[in-house]
C-alpha cells in the first residue's frame, strides 16, 4: 500500500515524466531523506525508476502505452509543438510521423494556410482531415493497434516517392553522444526513409527522452537541421554544436522565424 505523499509522487511522475528529490523536499516540507525513503520503495515497486537526483516513471526506460505518452510531460510537448509549426510557414509540405510530440505539433498546425501533410500516424491525418487549408496524404502499411501508426516495407515505399520542404519527427530516446533510438525496427525504418527524403529535419523531443534508453538506432543529431525541446542537457547541447544542428530550448526562445525551405 502507498502513502499519501506516494501517490502523489507517483501521479507527479505519470503527468512530468520525472520529479527530482529537491522539489519534492520543498513540496511537502520534509527532507531529502525521507523523500529519497519514498522514491525507493516506489522503485522497489517497479512504479519508479531512480535516475541521478530524482526518479522516472518505470516505464520511461522501457516503452510506453500511447495512452500513458500522451500524459508524460503534456505541457512541454505543446509549448514544442508550438515553436516548431512556428519554424513552417504557409505553402509548404512536410512529412509529420508517429509519436506525441509530433501530434503536438499537427495540433499547432491546424490554423495554416495551403500545406500538404504526410504522415504515417493515423492519429495526426484524423486530426489534421477537415481543415480545407490542409491537404493529407497517409502512407499505406501495416497499422499498429497500440498508437494507429503506419510501419513497414510498404510505407517506406510510399513515403520515397516524396521530397519536401520539412520532416517532423520524434525518437523514443536519445543518448547523451547525440544518438537517435526508438524501440520498432519497422517504425525506424520509415523514420529513416522521412529523414532522407526532406529538405530541412526537424525533431521534437522533451527533456524526458534523455532519461530513457531503446535499442534501434534511428540515426544521429548531426542528420536534424533543427532540435527543438523544453530543456536539453550538457551533452546533447555539445552533440548539437559538433553536429552544428540548431537547438531551441522552447522556455528560452520567445519568438521563432520561419525555416526557409533549401
Known amino acids: 500500500m502507498l502513502s499519501e505523499r506516494q501517490t502523489e509522487i507517483l501521479e507527479s511522475a505519470k503527468r512530468a515524466g520525472r520529479v527530482t528529490v529537491e522539489e519534492l523536499a520543498a513540496r511537502y516540507e520534509v527532507s531529502v531523506q525521507t523523500i529519497r525513503k519514498d522514491l525507493n520503495e516506489l522503485c522497489t515497486q517497479r512504479l519508479l525508476a531512480r535516475v541521478h537526483g530524482g526518479a522516472v516513471l518505470s516505464s520511461s526506460i522501457e516503452n510506453v502505452g500511447y495512452d500513458a505518452r500522451r500524459l ?29 510530440t509530433t501530434e503536438a505539433v499537427a495540433q499547432a498546425l491546424l490554423h495554416r494556410n495551403d500545406l500538404m501533410v504526410i504522415t504515417n500516424n493515423i492519429n495526426v491525418a484524423s486530426l489534421m482531415r477537415p481543415y480545407p487549408e490542409i491537404e ?9 493497434r497500440s498508437d494507429g501508426g503506419v510501419v513497414g516495407e510498404t510505407a517506406v515505399d510510399f513515403i520515397r516517392q516524396f521530397k519536401v ?13 547525440g ?28 527533456a ?3 532519461d530513457r534508453s531503446a535499442p534501434v538506432r ?18 546533447v ?14 522556455g528560452a526562445v520567445p519568438h521563432l522565424m520561419p525555416l526557409v525551405a533549401e
Open 208 to 210: 524526458s527522452k534523455f
Open 218 to 235: 534511428i540515426g544521429h543529431l548531426s542528420q536534424v537541421d533543427v532540435f527543438v525541446t523544453d530543456s536539453a542537457t550538457d551533452p
Open 72 to 100: 508524460i510531460a503534456s505541457d512541454e510537448k505543446a509549448a514544442i509543438g508550438r515553436a516548431i509549426a512556428d519554424l513552417i510557414p504557409d505553402h509548404a509540405s512536410l512529412f509529420v510521423n508517429i509519436g506525441t
Open 165 to 177: 520542404d520539412y520532416a517532423v519527427i520524434g525518437a523514443s530516446a536519445i543518448d547523451p553522444d
Open 179 to 206: 544518438s537517435l533510438l526508438d524501440y520498432d525496427y519497422r517504425e525506424v525504418r520509415v523514420t529513416q526513409a522521412i529523414m532522407e527524403n526532406s529538405r530541412n529535419v526537424i525533431l521534437g523531443a522533451d
Open 237 to 250: 547541447r555539445r552533440a548539437c554544436e559538433i553536429g552544428e544542428t540548431r537547438l531551441i530550448e522552447t
Open 136 to 144: 493529407v496524404v497517409i502512407a499505406g502499411g501495416v497499422v499498429r
